[in-house]
């Protein structure tokens, strides 16, 4: 697996996340990346997140930014980014792809 990295992203609201959050998602599906991508509030504020190991491309992660470029970097909280980190961790399982997808 290797050492996990966090890109984060602010943007206005929740509608304004979502078609960065779902051209994120929709890559890591077609590259089979070793990644997960979150959209959710955090302190109030609107957040695409992007959780993956060190065996993601430094290019594939330029790509996840270009694709979150109409946010703003973010710091997330240490104990929030620990808990994306610490989730993403516990649902990978080797071999496998799990999609969830809401209806918002």
Not at 18 to 37: G, H, M, T
Request: net charge neutral; aromatic share 10%.
């Amino acid at each position: 697996m290797g050492e996990t990295w966090v890109l984060a992203f602010r943007y206005p609201d929740m509608e304004a996340a979502k078609l960065p959050w779902e051209r994120v998602r929709d890559l890591i599906f077609i590259q089979d990346c070793d990644a997960s991508v979150y959209r959710s509030q955090i302190n109030g504020e609107a957040h695409v997140v992007i959780v993956g190991w060190n065996s993601v491309s430094g290019a594939m992660r330029r790509r996840f930014s270009e694709l979150c470029s109409g946010g703003c970097a973010a710091e997330i909280p240490d104990e929030v980014r620990l808990y994306l980190i610490e989730r993403r961790d516990k649902t990978a399982i080797p071999g496998a792809f799990w999609q969830r997808r809401g209806t918002s």
